[in-house]
């Protein structure tokens, strides 16, 4: 029986198991020099000044928007095609949030309408207000034209570049960096083990600002600060100065996560690789006779490959028929004002972008580790599914 391919799955090896084995016989599992260590890699890989590192992607939105001072005043608007915590992490913080629609092609914000909210949407001018951009499936969000239109308006931007490390595209000949904060006040990373890098868990805000960066860095670990001690008689002195959390990441993840980011440019073309082969054997009937391929750039991460079906009813008829034959796929994403909580809070939410991009999407598997076997075996399927669905 052929073994089951998942959408997604990490890429382990010797290296990385060698790196955190070091840590584990080290005397510091947390709190000692590998986290500094990774945050100054990330910090070069991406181009910024600082990178800070915490315990998950979700802590490092909670951390970005609590550090640029959102509160129970802030309006913070997010496209609902995106893992909740993009706008969980403002609910944290007490603050508002709307929706913007998204492309109904690509499941990307939406520009025209997140001019059309900011328009029709009352919020505190003199509160801190956010938008977050979703670089979703490792596409790059459009950051240029949402910081020209968020400026008009006051608003910051923090991009949620959780899938998409290494992405880039261009924009007038001039070519945007996920991650690269060039328009963006903040971009946040996650390690979880389907994303570009895997610590197991952990996630990283990157800045070009320096005092953000420290005031992270403060509220990551339980607001605690140590003040001077210049005549060296009291060097355990430590106090709370503000509610923060504790939101570190450990030496252990650390460690693991500076192996993976050695190799990320590796998992970038192998995983722009197996995208090729995708557009390259899908393109054609049977599969465009059923579904629709993402579209694809140079600067395409491609942490998701989501197909988009024409007929209503056909994608989940299609996760059931790959499921049986031990193919894993996953919907990307059930709109966050779909869930129940946000349901309950916010009423029923519908819009138009986000309903058609949802009622059509399926990531398929694709991960730097799929073989072109395994690949083949995906494409061979779809075909069987495309022949008794057509």
Same mark, same amino acid.
């Given at each position: 029986?052929?073994?089951?391919?998942?959408?997604?799955?990490?890429?382990?090896?010797?290296?990385?198991?060698?790196?955190?084995?070091?840590?584990?016989?080290?005397?510091?599992?947390?709190?000692?020099?590998?986290?500094?260590?990774?945050?100054?890699?990330?910090?070069?890989?991406?181009?910024?000044?600082?990178?800070?590192?915490?315990?998950?992607?979700?802590?490092?939105?909670?951390?970005?928007?609590?550090?640029?001072?959102?509160?129970?005043?802030?309006?913070? #608007?997010? @496209?609902?095609?995106?893992? +909740?915590?993009?706008?969980?992490? *403002?609910? =944290?913080?007490?603050? !508002?949030? $709307?929706?913007?629609?998204?492309?109904?092609?690509?499941?990307?914000?939406?520009?025209?309408?997140?001019?059309?909210?900011?328009?029709?949407?009352?919020?505190?001018?003199?509160?801190?207000?956010?938008?977050?951009?979703?670089?979703?499936?490792?596409? #790059?969000? @459009?950051?240029?034209?949402? +910081?020209?239109?968020?400026?008009? *308006?006051? =608003?910051?931007?923090? !991009?949620? $570049?959780?899938?998409?490390?290494?992405?880039?595209?261009?924009?007038?000949?001039?070519?945007?960096?996920?991650?690269?904060?060039?328009?963006?006040?903040?971009?946040?990373?996650?390690?979880?083990?389907?994303?570009?890098?895997?610590?197991?868990?952990?996630?990283?805000?990157?800045?070009?600002?320096?005092?953000?960066?420290?005031?992270?860095?403060?509220?990551?670990?339980?607001?605690?600060?140590?003040?001077?001690?210049?005549?060296?008689?009291?060097?355990?002195?430590?106090?709370?100065?503000?509610?923060?959390?504790?939101?570190?990441?450990?030496?252990?993840?650390?460690?693991?996560?500076?192996?993976?980011?050695?190799?990320?440019?590796?998992?970038?073309?192998?995983?722009?690789?197996?995208?090729?082969?995708?557009?390259?054997?899908?393109?054609?009937?049977?599969?465009?006779?059923?579904?629709?391929?993402?579209?694809?750039?140079?600067?395409?991460?491609?942490?998701?490959?989501?197909?988009?079906?024409?007929?209503?009813?056909?994608?989940?008829?299609?996760?059931?028929?790959?499921?049986?034959?031990?193919?894993?796929?996953?919907?990307?994403?059930?709109?966050?004002?779909?869930?129940?909580?946000?349901?309950?809070?916010?009423?029923?939410?519908?819009?138009?972008?986000?309903?058609?991009?949802?009622?059509?999407?399926?990531?398929?598997?694709?991960?730097?580790?799929?073989?072109?076997?395994?690949?083949?075996?995906?494409?061979?399927?779809?075909?069987?599914?495309?022949?008794?669905?057509?």
């Amino acid at each position: 029986m052929s073994k089951d391919i998942p959408y997604s799955r990490q890429w382990i090896e010797e290296q990385d198991i060698q790196s955190v084995v070091q840590v584990l016989k080290s005397d510091y599992l947390t709190q000692g020099p590998a986290g500094e260590v990774f945050e100054r890699s990330l910090a070069t890989y991406f181009g910024v000044k600082r990178a800070v590192v915490c315990s998950t992607g979700t802590a490092a939105l909670h951390l970005a928007y609590a550090g640029m001072g959102v509160n129970e005043k802030s309006l913070g #608007l997010v @496209p609902p095609i995106t893992f +909740a915590a993009t706008a969980n992490a *403002f609910l =944290f913080l007490n603050a !508002e949030v $709307a929706f913007c629609d998204v492309d109904p092609v690509t499941g990307l914000l939406a520009t025209e309408n997140l001019e059309s909210v900011m328009q029709e949407r009352s919020f505190d001018s003199s509160a801190v207000n956010l938008v977050a951009p979703v670089s979703f499936a490792g596409a #790059l969000a @459009p950051l240029g034209e949402s +910081a020209k239109i968020s400026r008009r *308006f006051g =608003f910051s931007l923090v !991009e949620d $570049a959780a899938h998409s490390p290494g992405a880039w595209s261009e924009d007038g000949g001039t070519r945007e960096r996920s991650g690269a904060c060039d328009h963006t006040q903040a971009a946040i990373l996650s390690f979880h083990p389907v994303k570009h890098i895997c610590c197991g868990e952990g996630g990283a805000v990157l800045t070009n600002d320096e005092e953000l960066a420290d005031r992270i860095v403060h509220l990551r670990s339980h607001g605690i600060a140590r003040p001077n001690d210049p005549d060296g008689t009291r060097p355990w002195f430590y106090e709370q100065t503000e509610l923060g959390w504790n939101y570190r990441l450990t030496d252990i993840q650390s460690a693991l996560g500076i192996s993976q980011l050695a190799r990320l440019d590796q998992f970038l073309e192998r995983r722009r690789v197996l995208a090729s082969r995708y557009q390259n054997s899908l393109s054609t009937a049977p599969f465009s006779d059923i579904f629709s391929l993402p579209l694809a750039n140079p600067g395409h991460a491609w942490h998701l490959y989501v197909i988009r079906f024409h007929k209503t009813g056909q994608r989940d008829k299609a996760h059931l028929f790959l499921k049986e034959r031990g193919i894993h796929t996953q919907i990307h994403y059930v709109p966050i004002y779909r869930h129940p909580y946000y349901e309950r809070h916010f009423g029923k939410i519908r819009l138009p972008g986000a309903e058609t991009f949802y009622e059509s999407c399926l990531s398929i598997p694709l991960f730097p580790k799929m073989t072109d076997s395994e690949q083949d075996r995906v494409i061979e399927t779809l075909a069987d599914y495309a022949e008794q669905a057509t």
